[in-house]
């Protein structure tokens, strides 16, 4: 994964999470498992690379707690 490729990953996970906040907002089900699979790929990308922004992975990180 380039340093741009892992940006738009980076930025593809943050709008899912966003997206899976609402589906578990209106308790929407289908939609969560409709994500699930898109967000478990992004995790998998971004994790085979070292990830130098921590600001970044906190706000991903404050997100992924929040939706849990």
Do not use: F, H
Request: glycine letters at 2%; charged letters at 30%.
């Amino acid at each position: 994964m380039t340093a741009k490729s892992n940006v738009v990953a980076t930025e593809e996970l943050s709008e899912l999470l966003d997206a899976e906040r609402e589906a578990l907002l209106k308790g929407d089900l289908e939609k969560l498992n409709a994500l699930l699979v898109s967000k478990e790929a992004l995790i998998e990308a971004m994790n085979a690379v070292p990830q130098t922004d921590l600001t970044t992975m906190q706000m991903l990180d404050g997100k992924v707690k929040r939706n849990q």
